[in-house]
């Protein structure tokens, strides 16, 4: 196989990545100088060397425990739940939150074959069993698999923690109400708060 | 590019891109689908946040021959089933369900009785309390291996097609595809013996009826009967992912 084809072929296996971008990006890096493609090759090959699972929250992270999980500003006794270590940057964007996170690693999904021993479930048990937590936020996405994930994960813990939460559903900020699906809506509606 | 416009059921979702899902769908006038619902995981997607697993609604679909995957242009939700996602058994059931018209019915196979009889099985499943969620699945699962045409003999033997009206155990075969007269049974060794309750039970699940009654063991080994039938004569070899966890009851149970 030659270089070109090698390289198009590790690149389509990227999400998001058919061959014909592949080849695409290939030739472009083929363009640049060849300092740009060392640049991406050390910093693709310092990756997996680099970036491991937090000990304690599963956070992707070079130092361990992680940032968050070390900043003794932060509460420990609220503890987000999140479906991956990407949600974790999305939370942290709103400036919201001061508790720390633990990172699931996926949803229950029986139609792919991904059961709670694949979760990383049973750390965040060990995690809460000692006392120390007060609140659990539940924050899987509001899909399907989701909220069965959140249902799960709340059994768990349910002996251990005195109070589960789940985020709210409802209306977007900056949503227009005309155009809101009626599930949305109904949603909205049922986690309604009073004022 | 001929927009089709039908109802669908969504059996499958996969993230696509950034901000796509892939949906697997089965529909009552294009036999099952795989779209592409670009912009779907965006907040203010024009699917709306409803377009997800189980749900059924009016779909607009963009076919195109030769192509495995096709444009979802829209999906107006009429049953977002989100009760499947508010309880263990009726998740793990529904997914058991759309694994069955996933796997066995052909892209083109999906006729309106099987769309319709899925659509009945996840409507009981989405209103079935806790306790009940197993033999609503098993009453959905039997209606459509049905209507998918694998409807096992019941009341006649499957071999040699005698009337059978027994009020005892008989023989049950699943190479046969039923119960067998005591003659034939010779023939099929290795079968199992099925009591008239459990016969009467497949009987009615098959024409989508449902049980009043039907206890944690009783479904259990009905539950064993089922995977035994469609081993025989629909596996492809693959492992059953939802089925084998809806069977194995980890997820129920705990």
């Given at each position: 196989?030659?270089?070109i084809?090698?390289?198009a072929?590790?690149?389509?296996?990227?999400?998001?990545?058919?061959?014909?971008?592949?080849?695409?990006?290939?030739?472009?890096l083929?363009?640049?100088?060849?300092?740009?493609s060392?640049?991406?090759?050390?910093?693709?090959?310092?990756?997996?060397?680099?970036?491991?699972?937090?000990?304690?929250?599963?956070?992707?992270?070079?130092?361990?425990?992680?940032?968050i999980?070390?900043d003794?500003?932060r509460?420990k006794?609220?503890?987000?739940v999140?479906?991956e270590?990407?949600?974790i940057g999305?939370?942290?964007?709103?400036g919201?939150?001061?508790?720390?996170y633990?990172?699931?690693?996926?949803?229950?999904?029986?139609?792919?074959?991904?059961g709670?021993?694949?979760?990383?479930?049973?750390?965040l048990?060990?995690r809460?069993?000692?006392?120390?937590?007060?609140e659990?936020?539940?924050?899987?996405?509001?899909?399907?698999?989701?909220?069965?994930t959140?249902?799960?994960?709340?059994?768990?813990?349910?002996?251990?923690?005195?109070m589960?939460?789940r985020?709210?559903?409802?209306i977007?900020?900056?949503?227009?109400l005309?155009?809101?699906?009626?599930?949305?809506?109904?949603q909205?509606?049922?986690a309604r708060?009073?004022? | 590019?001929?927009?089709v416009?039908?109802?669908a059921i969504?059996?499958?979702?996969?993230?696509?891109?950034?901000?796509s899902?892939?949906?697997?769908?089965?529909?009552?006038?294009?036999?099952?689908?795989?779209v592409?619902?670009?912009?779907?995981?965006?907040s203010?997607?024009r699917?709306?946040?409803?377009?997800d697993l189980?749900?059924?609604?009016?779909?607009?679909?963009?076919?195109?021959?030769g192509?495995?995957?096709?444009?979802?242009?829209?999906f107006?939700v009429?049953?977002s089933?989100?009760e499947?996602?508010?309880?263990?058994?009726?998740?793990?059931?529904?997914?058991?369900?759309?694994?069955?018209v996933?796997?066995?019915?052909g892209?083109?196979?999906?006729?309106v009785?099987?769309f319709?009889?899925?659509?009945?099985?996840?409507?009981?499943?989405?209103?079935?309390?806790?306790a009940?969620?197993?033999?609503?699945?098993?009453?959905?699962?039997?209606?459509?291996?049905?209507?998918m045409?694998?409807?096992p003999?019941?009341?006649?033997?499957?071999s040699?097609?005698?009337l059978?009206?027994?009020?005892g155990?008989?023989?049950?075969?699943?190479?046969?595809?039923?119960v067998?007269?005591?003659?034939?049974?010779?023939?099929?060794?290795?079968?199992?013996?099925?009591p008239l309750?459990?016969?009467?039970?497949?009987?009615d699940?098959?024409?989508?009826?449902?049980l009043?009654?039907?206890d944690?063991?009783?479904a259990k080994?009905?539950?064993?009967?089922l995977?035994?039938f469609?081993?025989?004569?629909?596996?492809?070899?693959r492992p059953?992912?939802a089925?084998?966890?809806?069977?194995?009851g980890?997820l129920?149970?705990?």
């Amino acid at each position: 196989m030659s270089a070109i084809d090698e390289l198009a072929t590790e690149l389509s296996r990227l999400p998001g990545i058919g061959r014909k971008t592949a080849l695409r990006l290939t030739y472009h890096l083929l363009r640049q100088p060849p300092e740009q493609s060392r640049r991406l090759a050390d910093a693709l090959g310092g990756l997996s060397d680099r970036v491991h699972r937090c000990s304690v929250c599963a956070n992707l992270t070079e130092g361990d425990p992680c940032d968050i999980c070390g900043d003794a500003r932060r509460d420990k006794a609220v503890v987000c739940v999140v479906e991956e270590a990407s949600d974790i940057g999305a939370i942290e964007r709103a400036g919201e939150f001061r508790g720390v996170y633990h990172v699931l690693g996926g949803r229950l999904s029986p139609l792919d074959g991904v059961g709670p021993e694949d979760l990383n479930v049973d750390r965040l048990v060990e995690r809460v069993a000692p006392g120390t937590v007060r609140e659990v936020i539940i924050a899987t996405n509001p899909s399907l698999e989701g909220e069965a994930t959140a249902l799960y994960v709340q059994r768990q813990l349910a002996t251990h923690v005195p109070m589960i939460s789940r985020i709210a559903r409802g209306i977007p900020v900056g949503g227009d109400l005309e155009y809101a699906d009626g599930v949305t809506i109904a949603q909205a509606l049922s986690a309604r708060r009073e004022m | 590019m001929p927009l089709v416009e039908t109802d669908a059921i969504v059996l499958h979702v996969f993230d696509y891109s950034e901000t796509s899902r892939i949906l697997r769908l089965a529909t009552r006038d294009a036999g099952l689908q795989s779209v592409l619902a670009r912009g779907a995981r965006r907040s203010k997607s024009r699917f709306g946040s409803a377009l997800d697993l189980f749900a059924e609604g009016a779909a607009q679909l963009q076919l195109k021959d030769g192509r495995d995957l096709q444009t979802l242009a829209s999906f107006d939700v009429t049953r977002s089933r989100s009760e499947l996602g508010e309880d263990m058994g009726r998740f793990v059931g529904a997914s058991a369900l759309a694994e069955l018209v996933l796997r066995f019915s052909g892209a083109d196979d999906v006729s309106v009785a099987l769309f319709e009889a899925l659509a009945d099985a996840m409507d009981n499943l989405a209103a079935a309390q806790h306790a009940v969620a197993m033999e609503a699945t098993l009453s959905g699962a039997w209606r459509l291996v049905a209507e998918m045409g694998f409807a096992p003999s019941i009341d006649s033997c499957a071999s040699c097609h005698a009337l059978i009206d027994a009020a005892g155990d008989l023989p049950f075969s699943h190479t046969a595809g039923g119960v067998l007269c005591e003659r034939c049974a010779r023939l099929y060794p290795g079968g199992r013996r099925l009591p008239l309750d459990a016969r009467r039970a497949i009987a009615d699940w098959s024409q989508g009826r449902r049980l009043a009654d039907c206890d944690e063991r009783a479904a259990k080994a009905h539950q064993r009967l089922l995977r035994e039938f469609l081993q025989e004569h629909l596996a492809d070899g693959r492992p059953l992912r939802a089925f084998d966890a809806w069977e194995q009851g980890a997820l129920v149970a705990r």
